[in-house]
């Protein structure tokens, strides 16, 4: 009896983790996407706005243009978590670490770098969930 117990707590558990896996991978795929597109179009804001103008010192094109590139990365990364999230959520906890380091340099916009922190955390558990889950973590 305590065998079947154990066993249905463990089976319970493996539920929990598969759905846990399912919606960080979900989220963190949809979302850099719909963000990565909508650096092409400011529809939900006009991002210029969150970038430190050391970011253009440093790579000397117009902030829109940088966002463009902003963009393709934000959408590669959203596709590479669906595909292979054990590295995606890697490359999603580094980008999110550029935007905090960027938004911290702009000084003004420590809520949203908090936010983002949060965030990074979120993609670190998607990659400790999918570690958990094996080489094939799809």
């Known amino acids: 009896m305590a065998t079947h117990t154990v066993s249905a707590a463990s089976d319970q558990s493996v539920k929990l983790n598969h759905q846990a896996f399912l919606l960080l991978r979900t989220i963190f795929t949809v979302a850099p996407i719909v963000f990565g597109i909508d650096k092409f179009t400011n529809?939900?804001?006009?991002?210029?706005?969150?970038?430190?103008?050391?970011?253009?010192?440093?790579?000397?094109v117009s902030p829109q243009v940088f966002m463009y590139a902003v963009g393709i990365v934000e959408i590669a990364a959203g596709i590479l978590v669906a595909?292979?999230?054990?590295?995606?959520?890697?490359?999603?906890?580094?980008?999110?670490?550029a935007i905090i380091v960027n938004l911290l340099l702009l000084g003004n916009y420590f809520d949203v770098a908090l936010r983002d922190f949060g965030l990074l955390i979120g993609a670190l558990a998607l990659n400790r969930l999918a570690m958990a889950r094996g080489p094939k973590s799809r």
């Open 43 to 60: 529809v939900l804001t006009d991002w210029t706005h969150y970038l430190a103008p050391l970011a253009t010192d440093i790579i000397p």
């Open 83 to 97: 595909l292979r999230p054990k590295i995606g959520s890697l490359v999603v906890c580094l980008w999110l670490l």
